[in-house]
């Protein structure tokens, strides 16, 4: 059973759908068990860089809009307002508790953040338990691959699909950014962030959604 533990250094990546409700807005009991959860680890002594998603999502459900904005002038006017939102809320919540945090629209963000800091890990937290054998939404019997040792094209062909309508991105980047980790020797997980404990087992070395190996 491939799981991390004793590590020092990690990025955690949080996406748009973990950040918000269904109707786009901020979801903030989410987000202060995150920030609570990140602060504990901190004063552990683990090293953490946070690459946060959200920004258009928390925009458009701050603007009131039902939909994302499909031009990239929508984009922009929703993730500025967004930014500032979630700047503020962050701000407010860890209270300079954690010492570094990073702003990213995308999953690779997360995965050249912690190459350049060599961080001991990679935690990428979404809406889904993990990387499944097969599209959960139209299978049953779909299945969660617990640990990957190398990343297929095969993989990549499973994982299609788009994420929610607040994010911009499905598996397919969530693959991206674990080749990019992996290939520079940091394993990586992606897993629910729907509980934020999941951060305390998997640095507890419990097995917790898809472990894709360092190479």
Do not use: W
């Not at 491939?2 to 950040?19: E, N, P, Q, Y």
């Amino acid at each position: 059973m491939a799981t991390l533990k004793d590590v020092k250094r990690i990025v955690i990546k949080v996406g748009t759908s973990t950040l918000t409700h269904h109707t786009g807005k901020s979801n903030i009991r989410q987000i202060k068990k995150l920030v609570a959860v990140i602060s504990d680890i901190v004063n552990s002594g683990v090293e953490v860089a946070l690459v946060t998603s959200g920004a258009i999502g928390v925009g458009v459900g701050k603007l009131g809009l039902r939909d994302r904005p499909t031009n990239t002038a929508g984009k922009q006017a929703a993730a500025t307002i967004g930014q500032c939102e979630l700047m503020f809320m962050y701000d407010k919540m860890f209270a300079e508790a954690v010492e570094e945090i990073v702003f990213g629209d995308n999953d690779s963000l997360s995965a050249i953040v912690a190459k350049l800091i060599k961080a001991d890990a990679l935690l990428i937290l979404t809406d889904i338990d993990g990387l499944y054998d097969k599209d959960p939404h139209k299978d049953e019997d779909a299945r969660i691959i617990p640990v990957v040792e190398e990343i297929t094209e095969h993989l990549f062909e499973i994982a299609g699909g788009k994420g929610s309508k607040f994010g911009t991105g499905g598996m397919i980047t969530k693959l991206q950014a674990a080749q990019i980790a992996t290939e520079v020797g940091i394993p990586t997980i992606v897993m629910n962030g729907g509980d934020s404990d999941n951060i305390y087992r998997v640095l507890e070395g419990h097995q917790v959604g898809t472990f894709f190996t360092a190479k």
